[in-house]
């Protein structure tokens, strides 16, 4: 399991860099951004809104319940569903 976690990490990053120089092709970057990054903004939304509920106790207390939701759900949501495919 912990190879397999460092290879994906691997071609991740290798994957993404690839992507970083790939301006002059948007064709590339909207695959990329489709293929790798969507899916990990839809994993990093989900994720986020669980650490949210988890953590709503304690942001009420504290008076930063708005803050936290944008942090944790709305900034990966937009990222994800907002903005153009291959927009970085």
Do not use: W, Y
């Not at 993404?16 to 909207?30: G, I, K, P, R």
């Not at 942001?59 to 759900?73: P, W």
């Amino acid at each position: 399991m912990k190879k397999a976690l460092i290879i994906i990490l691997t071609v991740f990053f290798a994957f993404t860099a690839t992507l970083s120089f790939a301006t002059e092709n948007q064709d590339e970057a909207m695959i990329g951004d489709t293929l790798i990054l969507r899916p990990l903004g839809i994993l990093g939304t989900a994720v986020g809104a669980v650490v949210f509920v988890i953590g709503l106790p304690f942001s009420a207390t504290g008076n930063n319940v708005k803050e936290s939701a944008d942090t944790l759900v709305v900034a990966p949501a937009k990222f994800t569903f907002a903005r153009p495919l291959g927009d970085f």
